[in-house]
């Protein structure tokens, strides 16, 4: 089973081939570019320096979301696009269930506490647990507050290893708890392509067709629109 | 200050971008293709990419050794010609020293030990310890037995974090102190160029012709020789 995966759910934007005995290659970068402009030339460089093509890969991956709205519409479109051309199956998976699998580097029964910046003093958030050497899921994907978030992992009284973008945000406003939380360093800290393809494995392939993004809150559109329009 | 790091010292490959604020990209692979074949497109695909070109570029750092013979000539062999060409400042690293940086996840006072694949019952190898969140030297780069590296970190009586394409080895033939060793996963386990990158940021810079392999033994070729010539 070959996966090739695809995650450009923030700022940086990384693809990642990986197979039965683990990671192949990975691409990654933080520099800033629009992902339409690089997502999908270091996917075919990428296959072109491993001497594959679309065809050896078995199924491809994708982080849904949360994320950012504009980030996670390129990310799945791409795949979408790519998958139906090539009769691939999908699969879509958590961008905070794919970042949880930077945390395994952790001893057992360390909390993944995985945050991405979600702007207007949120979190996209959730909680994982290590046991076995798997991240084992504490609570659902959530918007939360920052306050909120502080106070439940504070009460959590463990280790605590913080991933994702919204990292350093979190780390910074957390109080009592600093001498237990480790920030994690670059290049572990960022959501990856490798974590896409590691929870794809354990996920239900799709068709292209039932591939969706996940945005967890109404888009800055919709939200006007209500508000405009119902006065809420 | 811009720096481009290779890292070909095994059987993975890898090249990065990082300045001032850390990784920019990173490019890797595991694969089993040859270096000769991947290493130098893979960096000419990264920075286009990235929109910049080796001019962009300030500083070409490679990991110097020890390692692989064949693996440790084409990247060094590849960052002369491609600074020569660019006239830039090269700096060779030590392979071992840039491994230690993937350990820089750990806590304050972990054990880092760095172990490559030397094969005939050796590794080559150092020790680090976190400290201030930096890796620091606890002896040279060296070649050891195998058992004589497993006496040596059952002694440190430490939990020690275990990087590096021997780590699955050297993981396995310890016996007392598999409690406290942690076998750190993919994709933070091989040496990266991120590594290198990062122990090229805090060396003295090198003109071209000062880079040279450090291999810490002798060849094959010139063991059987010395064997022939001088029966030992």
Redesign the interface.
């Known amino acids: 089973m070959r996966v090739l995966g695809f995650e450009s759910s923030a700022k940086s934007a990384s693809v990642a081939v990986c197979d039965e005995n683990?990671?192949?290659?990975?691409?990654?970068?933080?520099?800033g570019?629009t992902h339409s402009r690089?997502l999908l030339?270091?996917a075919e460089?990428?296959l072109k320096?491993?001497?594959l093509t679309i065809n050896d890969i078995d199924l491809i991956a994708v982080a849904h979301g949360p994320g950012s709205f504009t980030g996670i519409r390129i990310g799945v479109s791409a795949v979408k696009g790519l998958a139906w051309a090539a009769e691939k199956p999908v699969c879509g998976v958590s961008t905070l269930q794919a970042m949880a699998y930077n945390g395994?580097?952790f001893?057992e029964g360390s909390l993944i506490c995985c945050v991405m910046d979600a702007k207007r003093s949120q979190f996209y958030n959730t909680l994982f647990e290590i046991k076995d050497?798997i991240p084992v899921r504490l609570c659902e994907d959530r918007a939360i507050g920052a306050a909120k978030l502080v106070e439940e992992i504070e009460n959590h009284k463990k280790s605590v290893f913080i991933v994702g973008d919204g990292a350093s945000m979190c780390y910074n406003a957390l109080e009592n708890l600093k001498a237990n939380a480790?920030l994690?360093?670059?290049?572990?800290r960022y959501q990856?392509a490798?974590g896409v393809c590691m929870a794809a494995l354990k996920e239900k392939q799709q068709s292209v067709h039932e591939l969706l993004p996940v945005y967890l809150r109404l888009s800055q559109a919709e939200r006007e629109r209500q508000e405009r329009v119902f006065g809420r």
């Open positions: 683990g990671l192949v290659s990975q691409y990654f970068q933080n520099s570019l690089t030339p270091m460089d990428m320096n491993l001497s395994t580097v001893p050497g480790v994690v360093p670059e290049p572990l990856s490798w």
